[in-house]
């Protein structure tokens, strides 16, 4: 070790005791009770964040008889119970708050340039009967039937009608060649009628 090293100029060396005293001992404030305080017990309602200082003897005295709730009627109970639910924060049914507002979402979604209706239904694809532009399996379904986008239910039940005289065994003297079409053709149908289209 170098005593001339310039790291050994820089070390301190306290002298005397580092021991700091411990503060003096809280009492207990139960009335009558001289012994130290060791626990915290809580105020109560109305005085959130506020502790009574008790021995060990005396707070479980006070943890046999809180009771947080004392005082209110149980309606009061109740509502605080509910509102606890959601850590006593404001909340909204689905729908209500105005940023959930579908139709005015529509409303302000026509003032957007949207060439390709990708936001809201063009004119020309949306359906009369649904209001609305056709979903990917009703599409399907219609193409199923031998049919585009633009037929209409009258005719979707037609052509339904058509296929299934014309896929049916008893229409083929008890040929089941063209089972899996016939169910293609009915789960078509089925699948408009789910939606609405027919």
């Known amino acids: 070790m170098k005593l001339d090293s310039k790291y050994f100029d820089k070390i301190r060396i306290k002298t005397g005791p580092n021991k700091k005293e411990p503060p003096a001992p809280t009492m207990c404030e139960w009335p009558g009770c ?10 109560g309602r109305g005085a959130e964040g506020q502790f009574h200082n008790y021995c060990t003897q005396h707070v479980q005295e006070y943890n046999k008889t809180y009771n947080y709730f004392e005082g209110m009627k149980d309606d009061a109970v109740a509502g605080f119970q509910k509102d606890a639910q959601t850590g006593h924060r404001p909340t909204w049914k689905l729908g209500q708050n105005s940023y959930a507002n579908i ?9 957007v340039n949207d060439p390709y209706a990708m936001f809201t239904p063009s004119a020309e694809n949306v359906n009369a009967k649904l209001g609305r532009a056709l979903r990917k399996n009703e599409i399907k379904a219609l193409n199923t039937l031998g049919l585009d986008e633009t ?42 009628r789910a939606s609405g289209f027919c």
Do not use: C, F
């Open 34 to 43: 001289a012994k130290p305080s060791r626990h915290k017990a809580p105020k």
């Open 103 to 111: 139709n005015g979402m529509r409303r302000k979604a026509r003032n």
């Open 151 to 192: 037929a209409t239910s009258e005719k979707a039940k037609s052509q339904y009608k058509l296929l299934v005289k014309r896929l049916h065994p008893d229409a083929n003297a008890g040929s089941r060649e063209n089972e899996d079409t016939l169910k293609a053709v009915i789960h078509a149908y089925d699948t408009l």
